[in-house]
């Protein structure tokens, strides 16, 4: 016949608590995930969009892409040749600092700086371009997905 062995108390205790620790565990990690996905939701929905620096300025569409985001120039009635080039480029999310640091291309000096953007409000994106050992700040605006569909048609 079989012999049955009786468990211990200690191991009894040991297992409950393992098993707690790894329930604990899971449903903590669980919320983890869930509050990353949360925040990185949030920080799409801050910086995607359309933005234009000032009135008569190209307006930039910046989307999610693979490995990050970018920024595409989408209407231009100073410059048309220029829409279509991508000037956000490996646009991270850095949600530590609040900010998604990059490259932008400067069609006039052509060539790529290093940039840090802050979405402080939700009709505001603030741009440092460090170049060199300088820093130059510049502000955009959110433009309404409405006006540009109207421009990309009259821009044509």
Known sequence: PLRRRSIPRSEQVSF????????VGSWVGGL??????????TADARIIGYWQRGEGEAIIEVRRHEGGYHG????ST?????VGIEVFRQLR???????????AYSIKRKREVR???QVPKADRLDLTAHIL???????????????VVGRQVADR
Request: no cysteine.
């Open 16 to 23: 409950v608590l393992l098993a707690g620790l790894l329930l």
């Open 32 to 41: 983890h995930t869930t509050a990353y996905a949360s925040e990185a939701d």
């Open 72 to 75: 595409v120039i989408v209407s």
């Open 78 to 82: 100073r410059r048309p040749e220029t």
């Open 93 to 103: 999310y850095d949600a530590e600092e609040g900010a998604w640091h990059g490259r």
């Open 115 to 117: 940039i840090d953007i």
């Open 133 to 147: 050992i300088l820093t130059r700040r510049v502000q955009f605006k959110r433009i309404a997905d409405e006006a």
